[in-house]
């Protein structure tokens, strides 16, 4: 008797591990079995809610789960990488990074609630786009070369531009040509482009440096703003018209901004793996890279290590020119 009642507590005991154990493999097989959050670290209507509310919607038909953006702005982005940072690492929380985010603001926050480099796992590229400079639509300036000429014959009352804050790409991207053409500006920060292009039109600030996604529809009415030229090495197909700033007169210039999705450090190899692939398939549609185009974007490419290894150059290229040009965010 008693040994039957030992063998049967050890059968049950079997049943009972092997019925853990092929649930336990639904659930991780059942990943993502809710909803997932996308922080983006900037405010709503900018460039990168336009790249996340973009990958959202493309990823979640493939990961059978909405993807919700959750917009925690501020401190250049700081803010809401420092909570994806804190996030658990299953896969549910995600954020989108930039080249901000992820390459600029060590350089120029003493403070950083995260380390770019170590606390993150790079998923995939969303886009890229050029950083755009404009004009009024009535300005005496038709061309970079007109800026560079009107800024070297004003250095006692600098020409004024404004970008969607202090150590944004932007902002850099400002810094950059003024390197690049021996000329000296006053940037001008504002909360992003909600600011500065009511700045703009107003003739509160010369020139208007931003991601060409957040101008695009202001630029392609022109009745109001113009553009001069975009960043990019190639001219961007959503503006043919446009010349890079390349081709103004300043060889070799070429600036792009970028968005990433990101989860936190320690994030399952086989959820960052369901991850990725979704984000690869979603701009690989047709549909997603018309959409993108439309938006002044090109779909982005890079994903996992390859991603970590684009992050490590341009940290080297955007680090050296805050040195080199003193930037800081006082």
């Given at each position: 008797m008693q040994r039957s009642r030992v063998l049967n507590i050890a059968a049950a005991a079997l049943i009972g591990g092997a019925a853990a154990i092929v649930t336990s493999g639904a659930q991780a097989q059942a990943w993502p079995?809710?909803?997932?959050?996308l922080i983006v670290p900037y405010p709503a209507g900018g460039t990168?809610?336009?790249?996340?509310?973009?990958?959202?919607q493309?990823?979640?038909?493939?990961?059978?789960?909405?993807?919700?953006?959750?917009?925690?702005?501020?401190?250049?982005?700081?803010?809401?990488?420092?909570?994806?940072k804190r996030a658990a690492p299953d896969g549910y929380t995600i954020g989108l990074g930039t080249i901000g985010t992820q390459t600029i603001n060590a350089f120029l926050y003493p403070?950083?609630?995260?380390?770019?480099?170590?606390?993150?796992?790079p998923l995939s590229m969303v886009f890229t786009t050029p950083n755009v400079i404009a004009v009024r639509a009535d300005s005496d300036m038709k061309t970079v070369q007109d800026l560079v000429r009107k800024a070297k014959a004003n250095e006692a009352k600098p020409l004024t531009y404004a970008s969607p804050g202090v150590g944004s790409s932007v902002h850099l991207t400002g810094a950059y040509l003024e390197?690049?053409?021996?000329?000296?500006?006053?940037?001008?920060?504002?909360?992003?482009?909600?600011?500065?292009?009511?700045?703009?039109?107003?003739?509160?600030?010369?020139?208007?440096?931003?991601?060409?996604?957040?101008?695009?529809?202001q630029l392609k009415d022109g009745s109001r703003v113009r553009a001069l030229a975009v960043t990019s090495a190639q001219r961007a197909p959503a503006l043919p018209d446009v010349p890079t700033v390349a081709e103004s007169g300043l060889p070799g210039f070429d600036v792009t901004a970028w968005f990433a999705?990101?989860?936190?450090?320690?994030?399952?190899?086989?959820?960052?793996?369901?991850?990725i692939e979704a984000a690869q398939k979603a701009l690989a549609t047709p549909a997603v890279k018309e959409q993108l185009v439309a938006l002044g974007a090109a779909a982005g490419a890079l994903a996992g290590p390859r991603l970590s290894a684009f992050e490590g150059q341009e940290r080297e290229r955007w680090g050296r020119l805050v040195k080199d040009r003193n930037i800081t965010t006082q």
């Open positions: 079995a809710r909803p997932i959050t990168a809610d336009l790249a996340a509310r973009t990958i959202a493309a990823m979640g038909p493939h990961l059978k789960q909405s993807i919700v953006v959750d917009n925690r702005a501020g401190a250049g982005g700081n803010i809401g990488m420092g909570v994806l403070d950083m609630p995260f380390d770019p480099a170590r606390d993150f796992t390197q690049a053409a021996g000329i000296r500006m006053l940037h001008v920060p504002f909360k992003g482009v909600s600011g500065s292009m009511p700045a703009l039109i107003g003739g509160q600030v010369d020139v208007l440096l931003d991601n060409l996604p957040s101008t695009l529809a999705l990101y989860a936190p450090a320690g994030t399952p190899q086989a959820v960052q793996t369901t991850l």
